[in-house]
């Protein structure tokens, strides 16, 4: 019998059911050892792709050679880590077949969709798009879909959360050493009050406006930020999807959040990502996607073949915790 191992998360919450399933299916389903924690991989096995199924191993290996966007040791040996999770999802659907499957369970969620074109991993836009990007920062988009519509095309941006506890927030706002935005700060008409704008040059909140994503109350800067905390990563991300579909003269943008709805810690009751959209001119552009019912739509779309109904099955035993 292969030792599960200690838990490394102490507790009852998410994180430490999360982390108890992972040794538990590293143990008694891969049949393999552990590294530095029960819920990592030891390093062999991790080069070897362990951590992944079907053709996920090779959508990590050919992003990563792709340029920044993957954390290669990090992804191959945690089993806790989201990107794993993102492309042991999404990386089974690049190919034809897999976006017929993306196809069938994404329209469950944005209705509009008549066939996905493209996903794109870890998509990294231009730096003309927000004016951020760097050799290891920059805001990205875990998942990028491209769909076709009957009236054109649209996007649908997805950022995906296995056992994080919060959202990334301002970097202005931490408590770090050189300039901080102090909680209250109102950005103003030009946005100079926001150090992302007078200070680095980022476009969020010129992007934003162009867009026309958020109410004019908050466009006009006389009140205190609101993005100071978790719903700065929302803002963001919604804000470079819907400037993408911009630039490529699309009419869809969707930004939406895929996550355990047992993980109560990252949402809060649903209070963060409800409060972002009463921010919003749309507020059905920014959707909540729960893990267990993505499974249950990708379940409801693939055929009886092997691969599909082993690669759900996988999924369900390592990402659906109780």
């Given at each position: 019998m292969i030792d599960e191992g200690?838990?490394?998360?102490?507790?009852?919450?998410?994180?430490?059911?999360?982390e108890a399933q992972q040794r538990r299916f590293r143990a008694g389903v891969l049949r393999l050892g552990y590294g530095d924690h029960a819920h990592w991989?030891?390093?062999?096995?991790?080069?070897?792709?362990k951590n992944f199924y079907g053709r996920a191993h090779a959508a990590v290996l050919a992003r990563a050679a792709g340029g920044k966007g993957v954390g290669l040791d990090r992804t191959r040996v945690n089993m806790l880590s989201s990107q794993a999770m993102c492309f042991n999802i999404f990386g089974n659907l690049q190919d034809v077949e897999g976006l017929a499957v993306a196809t069938r369970a994404l329209r469950?969620?944005?209705?509009?969709?008549?066939?996905?074109?493209q996903i794109h991993l870890e998509y990294t836009p231009s730096n003309?798009?927000?004016?951020?990007?760097?050799?290891?920062?920059?805001?990205?988009?875990?998942?990028?879909?491209?769909y076709d519509t009957a009236g054109g095309g649209g996007?649908?941006?997805?950022?995906?959360?296995?056992?994080?506890?919060?959202?990334?927030t301002c970097g202005f706002r931490k408590k770090t050493a050189g300039a901080t935005c102090p909680e209250g700060t109102c950005p103003g008409r030009?946005?100079?009050?926001?150090?992302?704008?007078?200070?680095?040059?980022?476009?969020?909140?010129?992007?934003?406006?162009?867009?026309?994503?958020?109410?004019?109350?908050?466009?006009?800067?006389?009140?205190?930020?609101p993005f100071g905390g978790g719903m700065w990563q929302l803002w963001v991300n919604h804000t470079l999807v819907h400037a993408e579909a911009r630039h490529r003269s699309l009419q869809e943008a969707t930004?939406?959040?895929?996550?355990?709805?047992?993980?109560?810690?990252?949402?809060?009751?649903?209070?963060?990502?409800?409060?972002?959209?009463?921010?919003?001119?749309?507020?059905?552009?920014?959707?909540?996607?729960?893990?267990?019912?993505?499974?249950?739509?990708?379940?409801?779309?693939?055929?009886?073949?092997?691969?599909?109904?082993?690669?759900?099955?996988?999924l369900r035993q390592r990402y659906s915790v109780c």
């Open positions: 200690k838990a490394y998360t102490s507790g009852s919450g998410f994180r430490a059911r999360a991989l030891m390093q062999d096995d991790a080069a070897q792709g469950q969620y944005i209705p509009t969709i008549q066939h996905v074109r003309d798009m927000l004016g951020d990007q760097s050799a290891l920062g920059g805001v990205d988009c875990d998942v990028l879909v491209e996007l649908l941006a997805i950022e995906t959360k296995f056992v994080e506890e919060e959202f990334s030009d946005f100079s009050g926001c150090l992302y704008a007078a200070r680095k040059g980022y476009r969020y909140w010129d992007r934003s406006r162009q867009a026309g994503t958020l109410q004019a109350e908050v466009l006009r800067g006389e009140s205190p930020c930004f939406a959040v895929c996550a355990s709805r047992n993980n109560e810690a990252l949402l809060k009751g649903g209070q963060t990502i409800d409060a972002f959209r009463s921010l919003l001119t749309n507020p059905a552009s920014m959707q909540f996607i729960p893990l267990e019912d993505l499974l249950n739509a990708l379940e409801q779309s693939v055929d009886q073949s092997s691969f599909w109904q082993d690669w759900i099955g996988y």
